[in-house]
């Protein structure tokens, strides 16, 4: 059979790799001129399955409201006359009661478990090397009362099949003691040591070469205009390079899913959810953290690939815009150097941003449409990394006919009406 999958970031070569691996003859598009090159490019780099849970929860509309004005914030709205905006606010709205974080954690965490697996058959499959590091990832929190809600999230994760233990300040610093300057600064923490950390798109790009050697096509600087359909199928993709016809299509553009979908009346609830990372060199390797982190008050991630340290977070909802101001990298920087006083270069740090495709209740959209031949893999949001294998397997699955070994209820279009 013949597949087009259009997107050639983490999530879209993923699928293209278990594809070729069941024998279907695929062709991967994109507008870039290599795989991994928009939002797999530089993101945090972890694979946080005991962090799959929602952005929506019951405190998250004060958190917001605190956060308005100031151009630091973790979560920053840029109010704009955009109803996709709104629309997907109201829908985020309806998704911080306690009920749907607990829906909405079950589901993610789902996914996220059998990709983890996924990726490490993947990585015994094909010796892929990224960077990786399997020393877990520990949540630090430094205000307490924040912390005294870590307890009732780990026992939801465990009893969701996860492992997320409780740490003391002592704890965080012995699981990574270039916590110990910063110590006084910190609550307690979680640990999570099943998860794991690495360069996305070293991976990205990896794979990639490893589909290529199965036969799959890679047509980068292609533009999508448009899908093109006859009835209840799509009939081809519409290119600044010409029409591309195949017998299936897969759907795997983020952020830019929803564009392509509208006009085949396919209302796709993903919106672009901009992040920003700082990447360094490390200057003292006994001051740079070895173990992924996540710092619950700054809304930051910490990941060490190879000789840098790679720093990400924020949320920022600006629509479209991939632009890179420094006034919202070098605060990131700033507090970086605070929590690891000495570990990295600033002088040679690299700013970048990126678009998640982000949903309103924090959970992709994998599965079929009312179009027999076309499929949805999107809106990962901050877990694309995190997703990517399973996300990919399934889909394959899906279009070879066979059943995914993951439950999809509650995974597809379906559930937003």
């Not at 005991?50 to 405190?59: L, Y």
């Not at 889909?395 to 066979?402: E, F």
Request: charge should be positive.
């Amino acid at each position: 059979m013949r597949v087009l999958v259009m997107g050639a970031g983490v999530i879209g070569v993923a699928t293209a790799y278990y594809l070729a691996r069941a024998g279907q003859q695929v062709t991967v598009l994109d507008r870039r001129p290599g795989a991994g090159l928009e939002t797999s490019f530089a993101n945090g780099g972890q694979i946080s399955v005991n962090h799959a849970t929602p952005w929506a929860e019951p405190s998250a509309p004060l958190r917001m409201l605190k956060w308005l004005g100031r151009a630091d914030a973790p979560l920053l709205f840029r109010l704009r006359a955009d109803p996709a905006l709104w629309a997907w606010s109201l829908r985020f709205l309806g998704n911080c009661t306690a009920g749907r974080v607990r829906v909405n954690t079950e589901r993610a965490l789902r996914l996220a478990l059998y990709s983890r697996q996924s990726l490490i058959e993947l990585r015994q499959e094909t010796g892929i090397e990224y960077d990786q590091s399997r020393r877990g990832i520990l949540h630090i929190y430094r205000d307490a009362r924040e912390f005294g809600k870590a307890p009732r999230q780990a026992e939801l994760m465990t009893r969701l099949g996860s492992v997320r233990r409780l740490l003391d300040a002592d704890g965080c610093v012995a699981v990574e003691p270039a916590l110990s300057a910063s110590r006084d600064k910190l609550a307690g923490g979680t640990y999570s040591p099943d998860d794991e950390s690495g360069d996305a798109y070293k991976f990205t790009v990896r794979l990639a070469g490893i589909c290529k050697g199965q036969g799959v096509e890679f047509r980068h600087g292609v533009t999508i205009r448009r899908l093109l359909a006859d009835g209840r199928r799509v009939t081809g993709v519409d290119t600044d390079g010409g029409v591309l016809a195949a017998d299936l299509y897969v759907l795997a553009l983020g952020s830019y899913s929803p564009l392509l979908a509208k006009p085949l009346g396919l209302a796709l609830p993903v919106y672009p959810a901009k992040g920003y990372s700082v990447t360094m060199p490390v200057k003292d390797p006994g001051k740079a953290p070895e173990v992924s982190l996540t710092d619950d008050e700054r809304k930051l991630v910490f990941s060490r690939l190879g000789q840098n340290l790679r720093v990400a977070g924020t949320v920022e909802f600006a629509g479209y815009d991939t632009s890179v101001p420094e006034a919202r990298c070098r605060p990131i920087l700033k507090m970086a150097l605070e929590l690891f006083p000495g570990c990295g270069d600033a002088g040679e740090a690299e700013f970048w941003a990126g678009l998640r495709p982000a949903t309103p209740d924090g959970v992709p959209v994998i599965g079929k449409t009312p179009y027999a031949n076309l499929i949805l893999n999107t809106g990962h949001g901050t877990l694309g990394w995190t997703m990517a294998c399973g996300s990919g397997r399934a889909v394959a699955d899906l279009i070879g006919g066979r059943q995914p070994e993951i439950d999809l209820r509650g995974l597809g279009l379906e559930r937003f009406g």
